[in-house]
């Protein structure tokens, strides 16, 4: 048996023990280089990747070799860039290993606005196919709206209806909501699933006026199994808008017809809504997504780049979600700079350009602020509160940071209270040494230098000085 036979029988085994996404990022280019006696050389066209297979799934490779060949009793990891050529007479084309089945599973857009799922070709309108509850990262703060969604999809027009979910920006309302969508059609074939937004169905109800088609209108919306409208916000003080989605949930719900919402508030904090419809809103299911908490947005990144088949230092990702702590949407656009940045410059993702990307966006932040009229004094941070702040941070006290001792721990804290002072309040470095106990102008542009060098490679000081930002209100 040659060891191109002999490395797809195992990749064969070990695929049904690996998820379909991972399985295809980490053993794709893969293959046997050598075998030497009762060892066999497996070669990987990436350090990362080598590592990455090596650390996580070595003893189901080896107890999948010892099935094909129980000779074989070591295994060995090595790189070997070339794997990446087509030429390759080593590497396995991972198309021989997935069954049709594998295939059959795997979603395809064919256009812009239909999307074809699985082997019984179900489509929908609108409906984004990447947006399923399968691939939905669940976290503590997003839980409740995950669980209701998968309730309504197995149960569509049962106890959880109205389903009403608010949240910030980029937490994942539309996501869930097009899951609940894509999920019905896969459940009940025959169903009529309609998604929009609050924007397009006023502007529909415009149309429909202008072109004397109201009742097509009506039959059109009041006659489908589930209907999920996004943004309801959108219909704010548009009284016709509203008066005809009220008669539209009317007829839904009467009929026990699925009614999915969205909004950036709960139903009682809309502005410009008749109390009659907010009174419907919150007559089902209200739940709320919060901001996701570090291990999630992690699981997010980690989950995105397996989806994109980009490998990823675990550092860099952790990199990334504890200083992104805003939406999901701004998480992954930092992700997607590092991806673009990387794959145009032909280089390898790093903290470094991370903290560059970083960077560059907090100053964007601090122009929009520093020239923001009237703000509030309370805002107005001073150099005696950064310097506590940083104290307090590294557990020495203020007299250390503007005293004489050198020792490295406190110099450290005292470069960062500097870089602070210098980067956040915009001081002159002469202000700056002054108040540092005399410190000559020279010794803080040297210390604000040095921690902005370090930033661009040092994880765990953008960890630190984030930290202290966050907790100043920067």
Known sequence: MSNKDVWKKVLVRIKPTIKLPLFKTWFTDTGIIDRNSNTIIVGFPTPFAKKWVQDRYHLKIKQAVQEVDPTIQDIEYQVHSSLTSKSSVHKVVLDSVLSEEDEKCVRKVRNRNEVYIGKKGLKSKKLNVRHTLENFVVG???????????????????????????????????????????????????????????????????????????????????????????????????????????????????????????????????????????????MGTVVEILPPDYETRLAILKQRSQELQVIIDPEVLECIAFNIESNVRDLLGVLMQVISQTTLNDTVPTIELVADILSSQHRIHQIHKNNAPN?????????????????????????????????????????????????????????????????????????????????????????????????MGF
Request: aromatic residues 10%; proline residues 3%; glycine residues 6%.
């Open 140 to 282: 503590k703060d997003n839980k409740l709206a995950h669980a209701a969604c998968l309730a309504v999809s197995s149960m569509p027009g049962g106890i959880y209806n109205p389903l009403y979910v608010f949240s910030g920006v980029g937490l994942g309302k539309t996501h869930l909501l097009q899951a609940v969508g894509l999920d019905i059609l896969k459940s009940h074939p025959g169903s009529r699933v309609i998604y929009m937004t609050a924007e397009q169905f006023t502007n529909e109800i415009i149309e429909a006026i202008g072109k004397r088609k109201t009742k097509e209108f009506k039959d059109k919306y009041r006659t489908v199994d589930c209907f999920i409208l996004d943004d309801i916000q959108f219909l704010e003080n548009k009284d016709m808008s509203q008066m005809e989605f009220f008669h539209t949930f009317n007829d839904l719900y009467d009929n026990n017809k699925q009614i999915v919402l969205s909004s950036d508030n709960p139903p009682k904090d809309l502005k410009g809504f008749k109390d009659r419809l907010k009174g419907r809103f919150g």
């Open 375 to 471: 703000a509030p004094v309370d805002q107005i941070k001073s150099i005696n509160q950064i310097i506590e702040t940083v104290a307090n941070y590294f557990h020495v006290t203020k007299d250390d940071l503007i005293g004489p001792v050198r020792k490295k721990n406190i110099m450290i804290a005292r470069q960062i209270s500097m870089y602070i002072v210098r980067y956040e309040l915009d001081h002159s470095y002469e202000k700056i040494g002054e108040y540092f106990g005399g410190r000559n102008h020279t010794t803080v542009l040297h210390a604000y230098n040095l921690i902005e060098s370090r930033l661009k490679t040092d994880h765990r000081l953008i960890r630190d000085i984030t930290a202290i930002k966050r907790e």
